[in-house]
Nanobody, 119 residues
Framework: QVELVESGGGLVQAGGSLRLSCAAS????????TGWFRQAPGKEREFVAG????????YYSDSVKGRFTISKDSAKNTVYLQMNSLKPEDTAVYYC????????????WGQGTQVTVSS
């Protein structure tokens, strides 16, 4: 059974930083692609950032490019999302997800962690 657990969310002022973590059990991040998504109230869930199974490729949505960094620690089986220069519009529930390849469906999701950015 695969379980993804996000942590690190919280309340931060605009311009501040947070680091989210996604820890996996039952699946090894070193062999799966991992992504971060977010969903703000009243909006659809959107892709934020992704990292390949090797960690050699990363990709971001235009809205976070240059401010957020996705990384992975295979020894800890954990993927991180470093979020800098946070804006109120980054407020959302953040989810991590995994998939077996870059073109496969995201098949496992975490429960989400709330990020709130105050102005």
């Amino acid at each position: 059974q695969v379980e993804l657990v996000e942590s690190g969310g919280g309340l931060v002022q605009a311009g501040g930083s947070l680091r989210l973590s996604c820890a996996a059990s039952g699946r090894t991040f070193s062999t799966y692609h991992t992504g971060w998504f977010r969903q703000a109230p009243g909006k659809e869930r959107e892709f934020v950032a992704g990292i390949s199974w090797r960690g050699s490729s990363t990709y971001y949505s235009d809205s976070v490019k240059g401010r957020f960094t996705i990384s992975k620690d295979s020894a800890k089986n954990t993927v991180y999302l470093q979020m800098n220069s946070l804006k109120p519009e980054d407020t959302a529930v953040y989810y991590c997800a995994t998939r077996p390849s870059s073109v496969a469906k995201w098949d496992y999701w975490g429960q989400g962690t709330q990020v709130t950015v105050s102005s």
